[in-house]
Nanobody
Framework: QVQLVESGGGSVQAGGSLRLSCAASRYTYSSMAWFRQAPGKEREGVATIDSNGRTNYADSVKGRFTISKDTAKNILFLQMSSLRPEDAAMYYC??????????????????????WGQGTQVTVSS
């Protein structure tokens, strides 16, 4: 059974940094991603990375966030810098199975991912 466990969330002042981690079960994934959801808003794709290391970012985080992975340990990271109050949300780790190409065609769409973590909260104060 696939398990994704996020960690690293917390409270930070605007302009600060946080690094989120997601420990994933040892399966092969076509793509992994970070999504976020703020109260009253839809879940949105933040950053994705496929099995070849290709990345995609939401325009709102380009240049501030970096997605990476430790393939040997099956850990996904999201380095967040220059945080803004509008970045505050619950952040979710997601993964798409190796047999699926959906995430390669629609990397920032939540419907492309089959597996989800429970989320980690990020709060940014102004």
């Amino acid at each position: 059974q696939v398990q994704l466990v996020e960690s690293g969330g917390g409270s930070v002042q605007a302009g600060g940094s946080l690094r989120l981690s997601c420990a994933a079960s040892r399966y092969t994934y076509s793509s992994m991603a970070w999504f976020r959801q703020a109260p009253g808003k839809e879940r949105e794709g933040v950053a994705t990375i496929d099995s070849n290391g290709r990345t995609n970012y939401a325009d709102s985080v380009k240049g501030r966030f970096t997605i990476s992975k430790d393939t040997a340990k099956n850990i996904l990271f999201l380095q967040m810098s220059s945080l803004r109050p509008e970045d505050a949300a619950m952040y979710y780790c997601a993964a798409a199975p190796a047999w699926s190409s959906l995430a390669l065609r629609a990397p920032l769409q939540s419907y492309a991912y089959n597996y989800w973590g429970q989320g980690t909260q990020v709060t940014v104060s102004s």
